[in-house]
């Protein structure tokens, strides 16, 4: 299985709203990603997670909130968003040494 | 940050011609030149990389150069097909230690039938 499965595919949220995205892998990946990817841009690094430990936060905004529950699965918690972040939300996974990183397929989020 | 450069930004090639995409690097410490690909509406997808031991790879229609000296690589696609239209970055990183996976600007290849 060399899937990364997110859901949901698109989501719609208001501004007050609480939300999830969900990612899962079952590659064996100890470091998980998450990317923003905005229209005709490259994918740009949000959140490394190495061991289920949060490695890297690219000084984003306290509304996004990343949590590794397991070494399977990856989540990040959105509230109070602004339309500003509507764009698709890529998760990914890696082993720790090797470059080859596995990419979902998104969840794209238009917030109103 | 790491810069990364790529070029050209898009590209038009006929069906069956040879596509090329550059991406120049700074950090002389990366040790792994991937390319990533990526259809519209899905993530981006690893299509072949280098290690900087060797100076060309080549699997199928597809071939990576890479010139340390000059801090460059390349991706040649060869026969251009219309399903390789598509966007492609490149994101060089060092393997050591952790790895940050950032990518280059991305080039937007349309090959016409």
């Known amino acids: 299985d060399t899937e990364v499965t997110q859901t949901p595919k698109h989501l719609v949220m208001g501004m007050t709203n609480k939300k999830s995205l969900k990612c899962e892998q079952h590659?064996?990946?100890?470091?998980m990603y998450w990317y923003k990817q905005k229209a005709k841009k490259p994918p740009e690094l949000m959140f490394v997670?190495?061991?289920?430990?949060?490695?890297i936060n690219e000084s984003v905004p306290s509304r996004f909130s990343p949590e590794c529950p397991n070494s399977s699965l990856l989540n990040l918690h959105l509230h109070a968003l602004q339309p500003e972040d509507s764009a698709l939300y890529l998760c990914?996974?890696?082993?720790?040494?090797?470059?080859?990183?596995?990419f979902g397929q998104g969840t794209r989020l238009t917030v109103v | 940050q790491q810069q990364v450069k790529q070029s050209p930004q898009s590209l038009i090639v006929q069906k069956g011609g040879i596509s090329i995409i550059n991406c120049a690097y700074e950090n002389t410490a990366f040790d792994y030149f991937p390319w990533y690909q990526q259809f519209p509406g899905k993530g981006p997808a690893l299509l072949i990389a280098i290690r900087p031991d060797v100076s060309e790879k080549k699997e199928g229609r597809f071939t990576i150069s890479f010139n340390k000296s000059a801090k460059q690589f390349s991706l040649h696609i060869m026969d251009s097909q219309p399903g390789d239209s598509a966007t492609y970055f490149c994101?060089?990183?060092?393997?050591?230690?952790?790895?940050?996976?950032?990518f280059g600007t991305g080039t937007r290849l349309l090959v016409s039938p």
């Open positions: 994101a060089p990183l060092y393997t050591t230690g952790f790895q940050k996976l950032v």
């Open positions: 590659m064996g990946h100890r470091a």
């Open positions: 997670y190495s061991y289920e430990k949060l490695s």
């Open positions: 990914a996974s890696s082993s720790v040494v090797v470059g080859k990183a596995f």
